[in-house]
């Protein structure tokens, strides 16, 4: 697409045009595609989280439009600001739901490794979404599922301090993604372990959690 195109785009989406129809636009107009993504690496102020949010919805909706940039969603996942990280994170789930050329195997330690990543929302990303990769390639449910069980062990950082409160919500997240699969994992019992501890969880939102999903699958 020619500079000047570009920039028109550019000056568009500075006008902050309703989300929705934007949406509609770049799915009828997939060449948009790119790119947002050349935006994304180009501009140094707010209009690429506009991009990022565009590219990220319609990986919900309509993957296979953005999986054949897989490999430029995987190089987001190293940029230094946090929020292109985080979605790109969420961005790379929704695209296992079409990974037939089972590009997902070549990062996979890469991308689950962020469990262990010291910033609690770069783990929470991983965690929250990874029933999406559990439901696609169940193969990966046993060592998915160790590793999310493995938080407990895990130090999260506040501002640079070990933060309690910040693996509590973690938990929360383990929770509500075991409850997504539980029924396929191979590791049921120590699944219900885990989340009987969170019972007496200080935090009450995580606590409730794990009250619910123990009624909702002790009896399975």
């Keep these: 697409m020619e500079q ?3 920039d028109e785009l550019v000056g568009k989406i500075k006008g902050k045009p309703e989300l ?4 509609k636009e770049v799915t009828q ?5 790119p790119e947002l993504f050349a935006i994304i690496k180009a ?9 990022e949010k565009v590219l990220r919805m319609v990986s919900e909706r309509q993957p296979e439009l953005i999986y054949p940039y897989f490999d430029e969603i995987t190089a987001l996942i190293d940029s230094p600001n946090s929020f292109i990280k985080w979605g790109a994170i969420i961005t790379l789930s929704n695209l296992i739901a079409v990974d037939e050329g089972n590009k997902f195997a070549s ?3 890469k991308y689950f490794g962020l469990i262990d990543a010291e910033v609690m929302v770069t783990a929470g990303n991983v965690i929250g979404n990874a029933w999406k990769t559990i439901l696609k390639k ?3 449910e046993p060592d998915i599922t160790k590793r999310i069980l493995g938080i407990s062990d895990n130090t999260y950082l506040y501002k640079g301090e070990p933060s309690p409160e910040c693996k509590n919500i973690l938990c929360g997240h383990a929770i509500a993604c075991f409850d997504k699969y539980f029924e396929l994992s191979h590791s049921k019992e120590a699944i219900l372990d885990f989340v009987a501890d969170q019972t007496n969880n200080p935090r009450k939102q995580t606590a409730k ?3 619910a ?8």
Aim: contains cysteine; hydrophobic residues 35%; aromatic residues 16%.
């Design 20 to 23: 929705e129809s934007f949406i």
């Design 213 to 220: 999903f123990l009624k909702k699958h002790k009896q399975s």
């Design 29 to 33: 107009n997939p060449a948009l595609i």
């Design 43 to 51: 501009d140094p102020g707010s209009v690429k989280f506009y991009c």
């Design 138 to 140: 169940p193969e990966y």
């Design 107 to 109: 990062i996979y330690e």
């Design 4 to 6: 000047r195109v570009r």
């Design 209 to 211: 959690k794990a009250a």
